[in-house]
Nanobody
């Protein structure tokens, strides 16, 4: 069984910062791409940032220069550092990862349970 557990959400004033964490656990052989998505009420789930195993990253235009995605491969954990937060960043943030299990040896996409980020003006 493989799980993704997110933490770090909360309420912050505009201009503030939050750091989200996403820890993968279970029978894991390797964690490939890790990504963060967000979904605001009444809207679709959109990609925020993605990081591949080698460390290359890409970001949504709306968060470039404010958010930084990173990972600790030894801990199977990903992070999203969010600075200069805006009210429009308010959403439920979801972690997604492509994980290869040890047995059976297969790669699947996994989602975390989501963590609420609320930015007040």
């Amino acid at each position: 069984q493989v799980q993704l557990v997110e933490s770090g959400g909360g309420l912050v004033q505009a201009g503030g910062s939050l750091r989200l964490s996403c820890a993968a656990s279970g029978s894991i052989a390797s964690v490939n791409t890790m990504a963060w998505y967000r979904q605001a009420p009444g809207k679709q789930r959109d990609l925020v940032a993605r990081i591949i195993t080698g460390g290359s990253t890409n970001y949504a235009d709306s968060v470039k220069g404010r958010f930084t995605i990173s990972r600790d491969n030894a801990k199977n954990t990903g992070y999203l550092q969010m600075n200069s937060l805006k009210p429009e960043d308010t959403a439920v943030y979801y972690c997604n990862a492509e994980i290869r299990r040890m047995w059976p040896s297969r790669t699947d996409s996994y989602w975390g349970q989501g963590t609420q980020v609320t930015v007040s003006s």
